[in-house]
């Protein structure tokens, strides 16, 4: 009973060992048909991303303009608010 099941046990990793290389083969013819389309995509997939960085950086730029729109002012107030306080603070 114990040779049938070392038998058996090592039909059954004999047959994983084939379907292991089975796959490892086609895997690989598989890398080997598509590197071609791989060649020929990797020019068009890079100038997406570059297009797609650029679009970020434009909206990161507009952002930080808004932003920076929006708080000169708020800080020219502040400073036009702040002198008289300061110069009536220094006089009492």
Same mark, same amino acid.
């Given at each position: 009973m114990s040779a049938l099941l070392a038998m058996l046990f090592a039909l059954f990793v004999t047959a994983a060992v084939v379907c292991v290389t089975l796959f490892v083969v086609l895997k690989i013819a598989v890398q080997l048909v598509l590197l071609p389309f791989k060649l020929i995509l990797l020019p068009i997939v890079a100038i997406f991303v570059i297009v797609k *960085? +650029? #679009? *970020? @950086?434009? #909206?990161? @730029? @507009? @952002? +930080? #303009?808004i932003a920076f729109a929006l708080f000169l002012p708020l800080l020219v107030l502040g400073l036009l608010l702040a002198i008289p306080v300061a110069l009536v603070a220094a006089v009492v």
């Open positions: *960085l +650029a #679009a *970020l @950086v434009t #909206a990161g @730029v @507009v @952002v +930080a #303009a």
